[in-house]
């Protein structure tokens, strides 16, 4: 059964330093890996998809990697912003499934002024 | 891509009562799914929503509790029946065109029930 663990639960860091926010799953049969922003009380912003057959995509200053083989995304965030605050989230969607996604617990960032 | 409005953005519900919660897709999809998300939880599914016939249940959801429909490729509605305050979560609807493209959200449903 897949499992999806993120690490660290929550960061908090002072504006403009670079940071990586970890997820790793357990099952390696997957069709994609997809991170997500979750801002407090609010829905799901989709940040960057990753196929199983690419190892990074990036937009603007967010960078994610995929290393199917052992099991582990990064997103790298850039020259972090206060309005990068909220908690990330990634999911995986196995190819065993109907399709779901399996979902880490997220990561609560706090980018400090 | 697929943009996805779901409503209402909120309420406020007395126990005992049922909420219709509305998504729609401003484009024909393949897949459409509902989640719960607890206070200081992720998300759970709760079912997926099949077009034209009676949705998928996760293990721990009903279709007495929770009933869907999906009439077309573009609509799904999820009503929380006999609410109570176990209820108050945020209920999220989820769309995507195949498996191997990407999954997009409406904005969510904050239910709280008093």
Known sequence: KQEVT???AALSVPEGENLVLNC????????NLQWFRQDPGKGLT????IQSS????????????LDKSSGRSTLYIAASQPGDSATYLCAVRPRDSNYQLIW?????????? | SAVISQKPSRDICQRGTSLTIQCQVDSQVTMMFWYRQQ?????TL???ANQGSEATYESGFVIDKFPISRPNLTFSTLTVSNMSPEDSSIYLCSAGHQANTEAFFGQGTRLTVV
């Open chain 1, 6 to 8: 993120q690490i660290p």
């Open chain 1, 24 to 31: 790793s799953f357990t099952d390696s049969a997957i069709y």
């Open chain 1, 46 to 49: 989709s940040l960057l998809l």
């Open chain 1, 54 to 65: 690419q190892r990074e995509q990036t937009s603007g200053r967010l960078n994610a990697s």
């Open chain 1, 104 to 113: 880490g617990a997220g990561t609560k960032l706090i980018i400090k002024p």
């Open chain 2, 39 to 43: 206070p200081g939880q992720s998300l």
């Open chain 2, 46 to 48: 709760i079912a997926t």
